[in-house]
């Protein structure tokens, strides 16, 4: 076993002395060593409940004849790091959870991970140190939150966010406001739509990395409990297997995990989160890039209208079946093969699976799109790609023609919303929000919600920053170069005119290559003064269509 290195031989003493001191015996160091990577915090709901879980898994782990050990990494809330300076650290965060996870595995040669995250930047960075360290791990995602009411109806984060702009708009009175506030997030678990949390741990899932129907049990579900003590236990007989993450997530793998998402028409942070956890497996081949999420949208249709494109909740898609069902239908498009955490293929994991409920998981035949739920466009503004979750786009808005606004930061960006200067038509120009930029890629939640609050129509709002997976509306976002890598979007001015096309997968700027570079080279953005830990990832972190990896 790897934790040898730690507990054999003489010259071991000092280690299993220290050992000692936190409680283990004898035979404790004939046991494999597991670690449990708990991003508990009492300031995240869907971390809040985390320490039951991790309970359950070393009862699991235990009882199988392994030895816990619980480990924490952080956790941020999206929602509340939204529309102000601590979304900078939203994305930066993923590499901590990483980096912390490898720290602590390699630190005490652990023969083996449980993972347990929740909410968006956590999942991705708990599977990129699973396949960094390529030991035997599973992953035991928090679970969603149960769906809040309002006025009769589902109601979320989201539509708090816009309900702002209603408020702002005389559409709905600030008592009405607060209460909805109070009754939105009702407790526990990752916000209850198909945002990026959610949309990752339906990725975990199918990519093998979790035990069958894991992504939708609710975070307040009793068989939540039931999954982490399996998962403890099934982490055992990994090691015993030698069941390593390189076994289990391969090419085929993540083409199935585009797959979930293009049919379940899932976050647009996908784009960042899945290629940068394939490049941790860079070296054994396999490749995801922006051009394989469109090859697998042509493919894979959109078979669930989930919140925010729609109506149905988490806890819908779990009561029709949740991701084994969804699997089940999509069946001719992937690829059954692929063997997963409990030691079967996803072929035999569905072989028994029956659709629940054929309106939320609608027949392959009858899709809510017939491609999937994110497109890729080019062109001209974007010569790398970008990125839209064309799911949640309306039929009149897949093509628009427009002028520019052009904006520098969020905040002007939502001064002028509020103001009343965006005007049907109109294209909202966010820049230097990228990875570089910003630093750190802030989701423009809040000028997306101002819109559709306020009801302003057929604005389309174009970024080199990114989307809350809750977003909807003809949103481009991962402007790829972005503002601050000498990217198109740049040199844009107001009044320039803007098409998208995303049938066509195209969004071109009025304007010849040569004023483009022009443009650019005349460009005067603004230069921020980044310190801490914000300067050492503006340094490093790559281009979005890389994943906004560090390099």
Same mark, same amino acid.
């Given at each position: ?137 599973? &992953? ?48 526990? $678990? ?29 975070? &307040? ?48 942070? #996908? ?14 081949? /396999? ?57 079967? #293929? ?41 990125? /839209? ?37 109109? /294209? ?5 929000? $990228?990875?570089?930029?910003?630093? $750190? ?6 000028? #997306? ?103």
């Amino acid at each position: 076993m790897k934790s040898d290195s730690i507990k054999k031989g003489i010259e071991r003493a000092p280690h299993r002395s220290l050992l000692r001191a936190c409680g283990l015996k004898d035979d404790d160091f004939e046991k494999p060593f597991i670690g449990i990577a708990n991003s508990f915090t009492d300031i995240v709901p869907g971390h809040i409940h985390l320490k039951e879980l991790v309970e359950e898994v070393k009862k699991g782990i235990i009882d199988a004849g392994g030895v816990p050990f619980e480990f924490n990494t952080m956790a941020i809330c999206d929602g509340i790091a939204m529309n102000h300076e601590g979304m900078k650290y939203s994305l930066p965060s993923r590499e901590i959870v990483a980096n912390t996870v490898e720290s602590v595995a390699m630190g005490h040669s652990l023969d083996g991970l449980v993972l347990i995250p929740s909410c968006d930047k956590v999942v991705p960075g708990m599977l990129m140190a699973a396949l960094r360290l390529n030991i035997p791990s599973i &992953v035991v995602t928090g679970g969603p939150m149960v769906p809040g009411e309002f006025k009769g109806e589902n109601a979320d984060l989201i539509t708090v966010y816009e309900a702002v702009g209603e408020v702002s708009n005389g559409e709905m009175s600030e008592d009405e406001l607060y209460e909805l506030e109070c009754s939105a997030c009702p407790g526990a $678990g990752s916000c209850s739509g198909l945002f990026t949390a959610n949309t990752m741990a339906c990725v975990t899932e199918t990519l093998g990395m979790s035990l069958p129907m894991c992504a939708t049990t609710l975070a &307040v579900d009793e068989n939540k409990l039931k999954i982490a003590k399996n998962s403890g236990n099934r982490i055992v007989g990994m090691i015993n297997e030698n069941l390593t993450p390189s076994k289990i997530v391969t090419q085929k793998s993540f083409e199935n995990a585009l797959a979930i998402d293009m049919a379940l028409g899932g976050s647009s942070n #996908t784009a960042l989160h899945i290629p940068a956890i394939a490049s941790e497996f860079e070296d054994r081949g /396999i490749q995801v890039d922006l051009e394989l999420f469109d090859k697998v949208s042509k493919l894979v249709p959109h078979i669930a209208s989930m919140s925010p494109a729609g109506k149905d909740t988490m806890l819908d898609l779990h009561e029709a079946g949740g991701i084994p069902s969804v699997l089940k239908t999509i069946e001719s498009k992937i690829y059954t093969d692929s063997i997963t955490c409990n030691g079967k #293929t996803i072929k035999e994991n569905i072989e028994n699976i029956e659709v629940k409920n054929t309106d939320v998981i609608r027949p392959i035949e009858n899709p809510v799109h017939d491609e999937g739920g994110i497109a890729i466009l080019k062109g001209n503004l974007a010569p790398n790609g970008s990125v /839209i979750k064309q799911a949640a786009v309306e039929d009149d808005m897949m093509y628009h023609k427009g002028p520019a606004k052009v904006f520098n930061s969020e905040e002007e960006s939502v001064e002028a919303i509020f103001n009343g200067k965006i005007v049907e038509g109109d /294209i909202v120009v966010i820049r230097c929000e $990228g990875p570089k930029g910003g630093p $750190g890629m802030r989701e423009m939640l809040n000028p #997306t919600s101002a819109i559709m609050g306020l009801g302003i129509k057929n604005v389309a709002l174009i970024t080199d920053g990114r989307f809350s997976g809750g977003t909807r509306g003809p949103c481009v976002g991962h402007v790829s170069p972005e503002a601050m890598g000498d990217g198109p979007i740049g040199g844009l001015i107001d009044g320039d005119i803007i098409e998208i096309d995303i049938k066509n997968r195209k969004i071109n700027v009025d304007l010849s290559d040569d004023e483009i570079k022009e443009r650019i080279a005349n460009s005067n953005l603004p230069k921020r003064k980044i310190k801490g830990w914000l300067n050492i990832y503006q340094k490093s972190v790559s281009s979005a269509d890389k994943g906004a990896i560090l390099r």
